[in-house]
């Protein structure tokens, strides 16, 4: 008989994007203009999402960003070099949102010096648009913030997408894409699994 | 007079807008599969001076038409109707889907009930209109761009739309305003009965991939800036004017976004090219010419962000380097799959 089971937590470990994070794409219903994810000044609403701190996401832990009030609250990406704790990594999990579906490389930097391109795939956030690079969505709301006003007809949403780490050597920084089309809420380094005998 | 067809369907692409889901409407409605026309043309084109601030804005010259800029590889054209006033202009949108044939009418968000913009924000956009029922006073308009709404309004919001100067009025008010709607209204004009369009079969797809090779390699004609030698005029001569510090936002957003719309639907087109005559060199390609319009998508915000000073031109040329190398390779690769169908 077959058995629904509730998710597996994965043993992941989340990256502080605080000090990189430099636009404002939540807000709460009462500021609404107090944010910019995109030119036309359109936000996520806040009540919808998590507040900062810990969260989980199909199984994965996310350190959720600080948001209103806290200053920015995504990584506008600009070609950043985010530093992660060292460790031996399969995946890097992101919590992301594209002005229009876009995709660049991220470079990952290894603690012995190699450099390795992986691909960075997001979908539009823009609502009654669905996934184009197989992501699933990390949180679909039922609203759109505008500066003046709520649009409740629709709503935006947040993906979870994932980029491959083949190397299996210690993970030390991650160069997000020059692409301002992407934002990063959150990423977490999901650990290696012992997959492979060692010789 | 009441008439309200029901062979009028939405039609959308999450990198294309307005002008691609309403042409998309109009062809399909006259029994039409849009993808493998709307699709077929891969092109750049660039005519100085003329972007227009429109959602639906994209190149055409003297005594083209603008749905046929979308779809020259097929006989599909348009004409756009300027009436006088706005009373002539709901007279003959009224008799044009009287006579069975639903239209595309220029609009002003603004005025729109089932637009987020409505009495917000002014913009230039396009909407199908197929069905009037005057006795309850109100008209059926598709619009397949996000929040899609398939439904009636009263003729007045309609026509307070068409009739709209649309208006510059606060900051927001960017790229599609501050242009004459003027009760525009566009009808599709087909130059061939739809049972002659080409089946999309091993002929056609390598005629159409010819086609576009041609164009990119400064064979296709026309004229401004055209093909991959325009493309790389156009994108260093936009990088320059930045360096300059020269206000290219505008421009360059509402022109990136004609580009990646007509790329990633082509990008849609060899997909569907090659799952259908089962090849999988071309399904592949479309995932290379979708790269592309991932170039595209990112260009666009990145002009975006020049208008204060918030990018500057490295980082867009560091793009335009990145996309220009990406498309001369996937052309190479594309004359290699249409040698072999």
């Known amino acids: 008989m077959e058995q629904l089971l509730a998710p597996a937590r994965v043993a992941g470990v989340p990256v502080d994007l605080a000090r990189y994070a430099d636009n404002i794409g939540i807000t709460p219903?009462?500021?609404?203009?107090?944010?910019?994810?995109?030119?036309?000044?359109?936000?996520?609403?806040?009540?919808e999402l998590p507040p900062p701190g810990e969260v989980m996401v199909h199984g994965i832990p996310f350190l959720f960003p600080a948001g209103p009030g806290g200053g920015p609250d995504n990584v506008r990406c600009a070609g950043?070099?985010?530093?992660?704790?060292?460790?031996?990594?399969?995946?890097?999990?992101?919590?992301?949102?594209?002005?229009?579906?876009?995709?660049?490389?991220?470079?990952?930097?290894?603690?012995?010096?190699?450099?390795?391109?992986?691909?960075?795939?997001?979908?539009?956030?823009?609502?009654?648009?669905?996934?184009?690079?197989?992501?699933?969505?990390?949180?679909?709301?039922?609203?759109?913030?505008?500066?003046?006003?709520?649009?409740?007809?629709?709503?935006?949403?947040?993906?979870?997408?994932?980029v491959p780490v083949t190397r299996e050597t210690d993970l030390a920084a991650v160069r997000l894409p020059d692409n301002p089309a992407v934002h990063v809420f959150a990423m977490t380094l999901v650990p290696a699994a012992p997959q492979e005998v060692q010789e | 007079m009441n008439t309200l067809p029901d062979d009028?369907?939405?039609?959308?692409?999450?990198?294309?807008?307005?002008?691609?889901?309403?042409?998309?409407?109009?062809?399909?409605q006259r029994g039409i599969p849009a993808l493998p026309v709307l699709g077929a043309a891969w092109t750049f084109r660039h005519l100085p001076g003329g972007v227009r601030r429109e959602e639906y804005y994209y190149p055409y010259g003297p005594g083209e038409s603008l749905f046929g800029a979308l779809a020259p590889h097929h006989p599909v054209g348009s004409r756009w109707h300027r009436p006088a006033d706005a009373a002539t202009g709901l007279r003959e949108v009224m008799d044009a889907v009287a006579d069975g044939t639903p239209v595309a009418v220029a609009v002003d968000n603004y005025h729109l009930?089932?637009?987020?913009?409505?009495?917000?924000?002014?913009?230039?956009?396009?909407?199908?209109?197929?069905g009037f029922d005057e006795q309850r006073g109100t008209v059926r308009v598709l619009d397949a761009v996000p929040p899609a709404f398939h439904g009636d309004i009263t003729i007045e919001e309609l026509t307070a739309a068409r009739d709209s100067g649309n208006e510059v009025v606060h900051d927001r008010d960017m790229f599609f305003t501050g242009v004459d709607i003027g009760n525009r209204w566009i009808s599709l004009e087909l130059g061939a009965p739809p049972e002659e369009f080409p089946s999309l079969n091993r002929a056609e797809a390598a005629r159409v991939i010819g086609l576009n090779l041609a164009h990119f390699d400064g064979r296709g004609g026309g004229d401004g800036l055209s093909g991959l030698d325009g493309q790389q005029a156009f994108l260093e001569s936009a990088v320059k004017r930045v360096a300059a510090g020269e206000d290219v936002r505008d421009e360059l957003f509402v022109a990136a976004g004609a580009v990646l719309?007509?790329?990633?639907?082509?990008?849609?087109?060899?997909?569907?090219?090659?799952?259908?005559?089962?090849?999988?060199?071309?399904?592949?390609?479309?995932?290379?010419?979708?790269?592309?319009?991932?170039?595209?998508?990112?260009?666009?915000?990145?002009?975006?962000?020049?208008?204060?000073?918030?990018?500057?031109?490295?980082?867009?040329?560091?793009?335009?380097?990145?996309?220009?190398?990406?498309?001369?390779?996937?052309?190479v690769a594309l004359d290699r799959e249409r040698a072999e169908l």
């Open chain 1, 80 to 162: 950043q070099l985010v530093e992660v704790p060292g460790g031996r990594y399969d995946w890097i999990q992101v919590l992301a949102a594209a002005e229009r579906r876009t995709e660049d490389p991220v470079l990952l930097h290894f603690a012995d010096g190699t450099v390795d391109p992986e691909w960075l795939r997001v979908s539009d956030f823009w609502p009654e648009t669905e996934a184009r690079f197989g992501e699933r969505p990390a949180y679909r709301l039922s609203r759109l913030h505008y500066p003046r006003h709520v649009d409740r007809k629709f709503g935006p949403a947040i993906w979870r997408q994932r």
């Open chain 2, 8 to 28: 009028v369907r939405p039609w959308r692409h999450d990198l294309a807008g307005c002008l691609h889901g309403c042409l998309a409407t109009l062809l399909e």
């Open chain 2, 261 to 331: 719309a007509c790329t990633a639907v082509h990008a849609d087109w060899l997909a569907l090219a090659g799952r259908t005559l089962d090849v999988p060199g071309l399904v592949e390609q479309g995932r290379a010419v979708e790269r592309i319009a991932h170039h595209w998508s990112a260009l666009r915000i990145t002009a975006a962000l020049t208008g204060d000073g918030q990018l500057g031109a490295g980082r867009l040329a560091r793009r335009v380097h990145a996309l220009m190398k990406d498309h001369e390779s996937v052309l």
């Open chain 1, 29 to 47: 219903p009462g500021r609404l203009d107090a944010g910019a994810f995109n030119l036309w000044g359109n936000t996520f609403p806040a009540d």
């Open chain 2, 113 to 130: 009930p089932f637009r987020p913009a409505y009495r917000d924000v002014h913009s230039n956009h396009l909407v199908v209109v197929h």
